[in-house]
């Protein structure tokens, strides 16, 4: 009768129920021994030998019971967290690259491989770093190439990745070889600007008489020909503040090859980046002596259109998933 009870129990805290009617203090085992002193003497041994064989077993189909009960109990819970890891997932959602990052990321391998060094600068500049240190003091009229957001305090969201060649000048010694990409800002929205777009900002530093324009000028062709094949390229005079002699550089048109087309306004040429060879003023706002250097930027987004013959710079940015989908 006892043993049934055990074998009813259908878990571990039913058994443990049981264990403690039976084996308790108060239990029935308990009551039986307990009527040991009411039996005659001469009866006395065999009577509590019995009740001791009793218990014995009752506590071997106990154990027993509850191995088994405990062994039912894991294998339920293993089989409720089981996951089928052989599973077929959803294949169609894979993601892929932006092509704005994409292209960032072939920018950087072509330096990256000449040994440029990758720097990084804060989005949130002062005044000496975007503007003062680059040779372009307060009230100079360059600054309204530049359509800046102002924040509090004088600070203004970096408007070019150049900041940071005036941070790395500050922190290194030459020579220096860097390139800074990231995100930069600018009070302007159409079909070829948005306030939030990225360039890659480049920097070489040697000696007196070590960096020349010769170099600059070589260095630029090829990695435009890494990046667009088999184009023309050209140099033309400009104006950059930081740099003297500056030049922009354009491709020939990689839409009409040089023709003509609405893309390039009928000129052929599309104009890709900016360079030049470090002014002295800039030197001198770091305290650089006896230098000679090159330096060069170009906005990656305009990058990323001409390589996927995007339209419209905007884009990029909507985040429909049906642009994006076509560059997994
Ligand atoms: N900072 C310039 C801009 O935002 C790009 C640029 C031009 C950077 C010439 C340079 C440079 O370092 O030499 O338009």
């Known amino acids: ?52 064989r009793n218990k014995a077993n009752l506590q071997k189909i106990f154990d027993e019971y509850y191995e088994k009960l ?28 932006h092509p704005v990052m994409e292209t960032m990321d072939k920018i950087i391998d072509y330096f990256v491989s000449l040994n440029f060094a990758i720097e990084d600068g804060p989005k949130i500049e002062d005044d000496f770093h975007n503007f003062e240190a680059l040779n372009l003091p307060k009230n100079h009229p360059a600054r309204e190439m530049q359509d800046t957001f102002f924040c509090k305090d004088g600070a203004v969201l970096r408007t070019h ?14 020579p220096i070889r860097m390139i800074a990409p990231g995100a930069v800002f600018r009070k302007d929205y159409d079909i070829t600007h948005t306030p939030m777009f990225h360039q ?23 990695f435009l020909h890494y990046m667009f094949g088999d184009v023309e390229v050209r140099f033309r005079p400009s104006f950059f503040p930081f740099t003297e002699p500056s030049a922009e550089v354009d491709i020939s048109c990689i839409f009409c090859e040089g023709d003509g087309c609405r893309v390039c306004s009928h000129t052929g040429w599309l104009e890709v980046l900016g360079c030049g060879i470090v002014d002295s003023n800039v030197f ?12 060069f930027g170009l906005g990656v987004e305009r990058f990323a259109m001409l390589l996927h013959k995007i339209p419209d710079l905007r884009m990029l940015f909507e985040g429909d998933t049906r642009l994006l989908e076509q560059f997994r």
């Open 1 to 52: 009768m006892l043993e049934e009870k055990i074998k009813k129990s259908e878990s571990l805290e039913e058994l443990e129920k049981v264990r403690i009617e039976l084996f308790g203090k108060k239990g029935a085992l308990a009551s039986e021994f307990a009527k040991l002193k009411d039996v005659p003497g001469p009866e006395k041994k065999a009577f509590a030998e019995g009740l001791n």
């Open 161 to 174: 990745t150049s900041p940071v060649q005036i941070r790395t000048m500050l922190q290194q010694k030459p």
């Open 70 to 97: 405990k062994k039912e109990e894991i294998d339920k819970l293993l089989q409720a967290e089981a996951i089928d890891v052989s599973l077929y997932g959803d294949l169609d959602t894979k993601g892929a690259l």
């Open 284 to 295: 001198d706002a770091v305290e650089y002596k006896d230098v000679s250097g090159y330096a």
């Open 200 to 222: 890659v900002e480049g920097l070489v530093v040697g000696g007196k008489g070590e960096v020349n324009f010769a170099n600059l000028k070589s260095i630029m062709s090829d």
